[in-house]
């Protein structure tokens, strides 16, 4: 058993750890992402400044890792999907080879596309819900970093209205622990966003349009 989980582990933090979005950069303009714009090695910084379709790329990457790890033990192992500790374990581990990549010197990103996939992975009939609240706050706010950031606060309701009944309460928990831990990583780059409207939060949430970033 303590091998699985140090397979899992390993196994998750280095898939996690792929640069998507760096080699984005790299690639096609010779920037390093961390450097410039916001900062954060994710596919929004991707988005201003490197291009739309490399964002694309860079999102489907960042929300397929996860879901590979944790596919990917499972076949090596021969685990059932309801084994949820290892689940669990070889995700979390992808997050924090995201976030802590030993390829670029444990600078990476914030986690939350690799969160995301993984966790609707584990709840698909979250992506209903997810797809509804991403499109009402993206057309109030015109802020795709809040509006996909409020899909971490929908997943724990999903599990409790929807899986609740079928042993979710891991799941509630799970995506819960994840929110949190993930809008942790988000505090230094709101104070950021914060000190640079004046101290106007109506500016950090609310954009007159997407192109518009601080």
Do not use: C
């Not at 997943?155 to 409790?160: D, E, M, N, Q, T």
């Amino acid at each position: 058993m303590i091998n699985n989980i140090v397979i899992a582990i390993i196994i998750g933090y280095l898939l996690g750890s792929f640069p998507s979005a760096y080699l984005a950069g790299r690639l096609r303009k010779g920037i390093d992402i961390r450097e410039v714009g916001s900062k954060n090695m994710g596919a929004m910084n991707v988005f201003y400044q490197v291009g739309p379709m490399e964002a694309v790329l860079v999102t489907l990457a960042d929300l397929g890792k996860g879901v590979g790890a944790i596919l990917l033990v499972r076949w090596l192992l021969g685990i059932p999907p309801e084994f949820e500790l290892l689940t669990g374990l070889t995700g979390v581990a992808a997050i924090i080879g995201h976030i802590f990549p030993g390829f670029l010197k444990f600078r990476g990103g914030k986690g939350a596309a690799t969160a995301i996939g993984i966790l609707i992975f584990l709840m698909p009939w979250a992506v209903p819900f997810l797809f509804i609240v991403f499109a009402i706050a993206l057309l109030i706010t015109r802020n795709p970093t809040f509006s996909y950031s409020l899909l971490l606060i929908v997943f724990p309701f999903v599990a409790w209205l929807i899986y609740f009944e079928d042993h979710g309460e891991p799941l509630i928990f799970f995506s819960m622990g994840l929110g949190i831990f993930l809008g942790i990583q988000y505090i230094p780059r709101l104070k950021e966003m914060h000190g640079r409207t004046g101290g106007d939060w109506r500016k950090v949430i609310r954009r007159r349009s997407l192109k518009e970033r601080f």
